[in-house]
Structures are given as C-alpha cells and as structure tokens.
C-alpha cells in the first residue's frame, strides 16, 4: 500500500476504513464492528478512493483546527 495511505490510515477513520477495505475487510463487517450501517462505511470507503484517485488534498485536523484554516483562508 501506498505509504501515504498508511500514515492517514493511523489518524483518519475514513482512511482506516479504506486500509480495512483494501485488506479483504467487508463494509459489513467493518459497520458491524463500529456499530455503522454498511452504506455508511461504503461511503465512507469511496469518499477516500476518489480523493486518492483525483489527489485531493485532506486535512488530518481536528475539526476546530479544520474550521480556523478555512477561515483564515
């Protein structure tokens, strides 16, 4: 796996997600296991896959932190 992926998969739910899915790790299982529907966890999954396929960037941030880079942008 991409190292770049690991490292977000330590500090992003949706990254670990993916990692989990990568593996062989069903949406089923991994909903069951975070007690989250599966659609949810599919989402999840694809919402990483295109931002690795279109290279978005993504912020790690907490959310307040997240919230005072947009707005000193």
């Not at 670990?16 to 007690?35: F, I, M, N, Q, T």
Request: aromatic residues 8%; contains cysteine; hydrophobic residues 45%.
């Amino acid at each position: 796996m991409n190292p770049a992926v690991i490292l977000l998969a330590n500090r992003s739910f949706r990254f670990h997600l993916y990692d989990c899915h990568l593996s062989g790790v069903p949406a089923k299982e991994l909903g069951a296991a975070y007690s989250r529907p599966a659609s949810w966890v599919e989402q999840q999954i694809e919402s990483v896959r295109l931002c690795l396929k279109y290279q978005v960037k993504v912020s790690v941030a907490s959310r307040s932190g997240a919230a005072a880079t947009r707005s000193a942008a």
